[in-house]
Nanobody
Framework: QVEVVESGGGSVQAGESLTLACVVS????????MAWFRQAPGKKREGVAL???????TYLDSVQGRFTISKDDARKTLYLQMNSLKPDDTAMYYC??????????????????????WGQGTQVTVSS
């Protein structure tokens, strides 16, 4: 059984940084696509960053240049480095994976229903 566990969230001031991590167990980490999503109160869950098996990445426009998604296959871990955080980045952040290539298009067009495996989320709060 695949288990996905996120960590690294917290409360920071605007302009500061956080790094989220997602550890996957129960599978050989041979996912074709992994992603970070986020969901703010009262809003739908949105794709933030995607990474293909070959390392190709795509980002939501509002985080481009500030966030970096990466993975360590040996450690079965997915990361999201978040710099220059803004209050609008406040949300619950989720790690997701699927055994197919990443959906076409930008993360803004990807829906949660296209991913099979999910973590429980880690809260990120950015204050001004």
């Amino acid at each position: 059984q695949v288990e996905v566990v996120e960590s690294g969230g917290g409360s920071v001031q605007a302009g500061e940084s956080l790094t989220l991590a997602c550890v996957v167990s129960g599978y050989n980490f041979n996912f074709y696509c992994m992603a970070w999503f986020r969901q703010a109160p009262g809003k739908k869950r949105e794709g933030v960053a995607l990474i293909e098996k070959d390392g190709t990445t795509t980002y939501l426009d509002s985080v481009q240049g500030r966030f970096t998604i990466s993975k360590d296959d040996a450690r079965k871990t997915l990361y999201l480095q978040m710099n220059s955080l803004k209050p609008d980045d406040t949300a619950m952040y989720y790690c997701a994976a699927r055994r197919l290539a990443c959906p076409g298009g930008t993360p803004s067009k990807v829906t949660e229903f296209e991913f099979s495996y999910w973590g429980q989320g880690t809260q990120v709060t950015v204050s001004s």
